[in-house]
C-alpha cells in the first residue's frame, strides 16, 4: 500500500512563512490532537558541524517545541555524539557531551532558544545505550540510545541533504546514525577490530589512548593492549594515536558503497526499539547540498529549496523527498548543473563507483532498497499537497 506523505512548498508569503507551513505539516501530521498532557517527547534534529553553514536553523526545532508545550507535552531536543575524538578543531568536536555541546551554543541550539532542554540522548561518551536485536542480513544488534526509551512520542526533524555512504541524508540516515551510539555508528563506518601494531606504540610515556577509550578497554602494559570483548570499535584511540603520529593504532575503513545498509538496520532498531506508533518524521527539503551537515563547510547547494514533507513512513517520506530533488532543476553552478531533471543528482555528486564495473552507483537507492527489504517502510507513496489560502481582497 501506498503511504501518505504531505507536502507543502517552498512558496511563502506574510501570512503564511516556512515556519507557519512547518505547523501545518504539524497539524497535518496528527500531533496537536496526538500529543497528550504530560507526555515526553523528543525532537531528534541535527546541530550541524562548525563551519557548515547549511544546517537546519534551530528556529524551526523552536517552532515544534512551541507546538508540543501548546498540546500540553514536554518536549526536549536531542543528538547524539559522533566519532573522531580531538578531529572537529578548537570548535568543531562532536565526540563527546561538552564538545558538541558546545558547538551547539555556537550554531544558535542552547534550551533558551529552543524553550527547551537541549541533551546528547546518548550521554556523555556515546556509550549510554541499550542493545535492542533485530534480524539484520549485517548485524544482529543496535545499540539505542537510551532518551528514547523514555518517550512518548518522537518527533525526527531533519535536514534533506545529500550524503556521501548514503546518497541521501534523510529521516532514515536521522535514525539509523542519529539514534545510536558509538558502536552503532562505528559498524557503518569500519570492518573488524582495532590493531595496535606494538612496534610503534610509544608505551606508557604516551597513554593517551588509555584516557580517551570509552569503554576502558585498553590497558597500559609495555605497550598498548585492547580487550576486544569490550572495545566498542570508535576510533577514539586511532584518532588520537595519529595526533602523536605514532600511528600504532589502525582500524580498516568499510567500503563507501556498503554502508548504507548498515545504517539502514541500525534504524530498524531504533523503531523496533519502542515502536513504530510513537515515530514522526518531517524532512526539511531546504539549503540541499549533496554533503551531509558532519562536514566542516557548507557546500554550493545543488537545487533550489523545495518544501517541508511530513509522514508516518521513514521510508515513504525519504523517497518522496528523493524524488522531489531528482525532478528540481540543478543550480547550474553546482557540480551537477548540466544534469537532467529525473537524474539522480547525489550519484553524480558524489561518483561512488562500484569496485569491479566502475558504474556509478545510485547510493540512495541502495541504501532505499534495503529499508523496503528490511520492512522499514513503503517506497510507494501518496503526496498530499497541504497549502493555506491567501485571504480574499476586499
Known amino acids: 500500500m501506498?503511504?501518505?506523505?504531505?507536502?507543502?512548498?517552498?512558496?511563502?508569503?506574510?501570512?503564511?512563512?516556512?515556519i507557519d507551513k512547518l505547523e501545518h505539516i504539524f497539524n497535518e501530521l496528527g500531533l496537536d490532537k496526538a500529543i497528550k498532557p504530560g507526555e515526553k517527547v523528543m525532537v531528534k534534529t541535527h546541530f550541524g558541524q562548525w563551519g557548515n553553514t547549511n544546517y537546519l536553523r534551530p528556529a524551526y526545532a523552536r517552532k515544534i517545541v512551541d507546538l508540543i508545550r501548546a498540546a500540553g507535552g514536554e518536549p526536549f531536543v536531542a543528538e547524539t555524539t559522533g566519532l573522531g575524538y580531538g578531529s572537529g578543531g578548537a570548535y568543531g568536536g562532536r565526540t563527546t557531551v561538552t564538545?558538541?555541546?558546545?558547538?551547539?551554543?555556537?550554531?544558535?541550539?542552547?534550551?533558551?532558544?529552543?524553550?527547551?532542554?537541549v541533551i546528547m540522548a546518548?550521554?556523555?561518551?556515546?556509550?549510554?545505550?541499550?542493545?535492542v536485536p533485530i534480524d539484520g542480513d549485517h548485524v544482529s544488534s543496535v545499540d539505542v540510545a537510551t532518551a528514547l526509551f523514555d518517550c512518548d512520542k518522537v518527533i525526527v526533524l531533519t535536514h534533506a541533504k545529500g550524503h556521501g555512504l548514503g546518497g541521501l541524508g534523510g529521516t532514515i540516515k536521522n535514525l539509523g546514525i542519529g539514534l545510536v551510539g558509538k558502536k552503532g555508528k562505528a559498524a557503518m563506518h569500519f570492518l573488524g577490530d582495532i590493531k595496535i601494531d606494538q612496534e610503534k606504540c610509544l608505551g606508557p610515556e604516551c597513554s593517551k589512548c588509555l584516557k580517551v577509550c570509552p569503554t576502558r578497554c585498553i590497558t597500559m602494559e609495555e605497550k598498548a593492549v585492547v580487550d576486544l570483548s569490550r572495545c566498542i570499535a570508535c576510533h577514539h584511540c586511532v584518532n588520537v594515536c595519529?595526533?602523536?603520529?605514532?600511528?600504532?593504532?589502525?582500524?580498516?575503513?568499510?567500503?563507501?558503497?556498503?554502508?548504507?545498509?548498515?545504517?539502514?538496520?541500525?534504524?530498524?532498531?531504533?523503531?523496533?526499539?519502542?515502536?513504530a506508533d510513537k515515530f514522526y518524521f518531517i524532512n526539511l527539503a531546504i539549503d540541499i547540498s549533496d554533503m551531509c551537515d558532519c562536514w566542516n563547510f557548507g557546500a554550493p547547494l545543488i537545487v533550489h529549496d523545495i518544501g517541508i514533507f511530513g509522514a508516518r513512513d521513514p521510508l515513504a517520506i525519504d523517497e518522496a523527498t528523493l524524488q522531489a530533488i531528482k525532478d528540481a532543476t540543478p543550480n547550474p553552478?553546482?557540480?551537477?548543473?548540466?544534469?537532467?531533471?529525473?537524474?539522480?543528482?547525489?550519484?553524480?555528486?558524489?561518483?561512488?563507483?562500484?569496485?569491479?564495473?566502475?558504474?556509478i552507483l545510485e547510493l540512495a537507492d541502495i541504501q532505499l532498497t534495503h529499508a523496503e527489504k528490511m520492512g522499514l517502510g513503503s517506497r510507494k507513496y501518496e503526496l498530499v499537497t497541504v497549502t493555506k489560502e491567501p485571504p480574499k481582497k476586499g
Open 122 to 131: 546518548d550521554g556523555y561518551w556515546g556509550t549510554d545505550v541499550i542493545d
Open 99 to 117: 564538545e558538541y555541546l558546545g558547538m551547539a551554543m555556537l550554531h544558535g541550539y542552547t534550551a533558551a532558544t529552543v524553550g527547551a532542554p
Open 333 to 359: 553552478d553546482s557540480k551537477v548543473g548540466d544534469l537532467e531533471c529525473g537524474a539522480c543528482k547525489f550519484a553524480m555528486a558524489h561518483a561512488c563507483k562500484d569496485p569491479e564495473s566502475g558504474e
Open 2 to 18: 501506498a503511504s501518505k506523505v504531505y507536502f507543502t512548498d517552498r512558496q511563502t508569503r506574510a501570512d503564511y512563512n516556512m
Open 242 to 275: 595519529s595526533s602523536v603520529n605514532a600511528k600504532a593504532a589502525t582500524q580498516t575503513w568499510r567500503p563507501n558503497h556498503t554502508q548504507a545498509p548498515i545504517f539502514v538496520e541500525n534504524a530498524v532498531g531504533v523503531v523496533n526499539s519502542i515502536g
